[in-house]
């Protein structure tokens, strides 16, 4: 277990090691790759006088096997990156073998319960920030954001697999989220959270950056393959901000290229 990972089992009143791996957990299973869309749909929004820079995600699991992650079913407060929660629950990632039995399970944070959404969350699935290169520091408060995993679309980007894998994860719940094999997890701009304050920054050329998995919670087949970027063009010649978008990263892999906000 992870120093962070321990951590947030004491946090939530577990023992330590009591979120790591559990009977039967040998093997290497069939493992999920999850990939991020580039950043679509950029638009600003004024709301009570601040500025806010509202893009689309969506999350594609290429990977041959499910991401499949399980509640603790202990409920406590926690606090994620300075943020308090009133309900938590210690998550795990299972991984599957051909059969759909668990091999093996890891530490994946936590889950947290949405009040304004009334559904559960999986913790830090994602980091997006703006910055002027994409090297550099974040221009404004970057954010790890908290997503419910379900299968909303299939995409058909199942590494050797090609054929559709049945819909398996449908519910916010805390007890069992996940995203199977070839499915897509989208978050529309209109999506709370789906936004960062961009209110003041200088009209230029910026990067939108988008980190999947930014505190290494899923084992993946890839781990290399989480990053996308948007390179797009802030105007501030009339009353409100405009976005241009000039360039950005390439889709990965290329079976996804044309789907969803892809280019």
């Not at 979120?19 to 580039?38: C, F, N, Q, R």
């Not at 806010?52 to 969506?58: A, D, G, H, K, S």
């Not at 058909?156 to 719940?173: D, H, I, M, V």
């Not at 897509?184 to 230029?204: F, I, K, M, N, R």
């Amino acid at each position: 277990m992870t120093a962070a990972a321990a951590a947030t089992a004491v946090l939530l009143g577990v023992p330590g090691g009591a979120a790591a791996d559990g009977p039967g957990a040998t093997g290497v299973g069939l493992l999920p790759d999850v990939v991020e869309e580039v950043p679509s749909h950029l638009q600003v929004q004024n709301t009570q006088q601040r500025e806010w820079l509202r893009f689309t995600t969506v999350h594609i699991n290429i990977g041959v096997g499910n991401l499949q992650v399980r509640g603790g079913g202990q409920v406590e407060p926690c606090e994620i990156d300075g943020e308090s929660y009133p309900q938590c629950t210690v998550a795990t990632q299972e991984i599957l073998d051909a059969q759909g039995d668990v091999v093996q399970t890891r530490p994946a944070g936590v889950a947290v319960f949405h009040p304004e959404h009334n559904h559960w969350h999986q913790s830090t699935v994602a980091e997006f920030a703006v910055r002027s290169a994409l090297d550099g520091p974040s221009l404004v408060d970057g954010a790890k954001i908290t997503f419910c995993f379900v299968d909303v679309e299939f995409t058909g980007a199942t590494g050797s697999l090609k054929k559709e894998q049945p819909r398996t994860y449908w519910e916010c719940n805390g007890d069992l989220q996940g995203l199977a094999s070839g499915w897509a997890d989208s978050y529309h701009q209109s999506t709370p959270l789906q936004e960062l304050d961009v209110t003041g920054l200088p009209a230029g050329t910026y990067y939108l950056t988008h980190l999947a998995d930014p505190d290494d919670h899923w084992l993946e087949s890839n781990e290399d393959n989480n990053f996308t970027w948007v390179r797009f063009r802030l105007s501030r010649k009339g009353a409100n901000p405009e976005v241009t978008v000039l360039d950005s990263s390439p889709c990965v892999p290329q079976v996804i290229c044309g789907f969803g906000g892809n280019p």
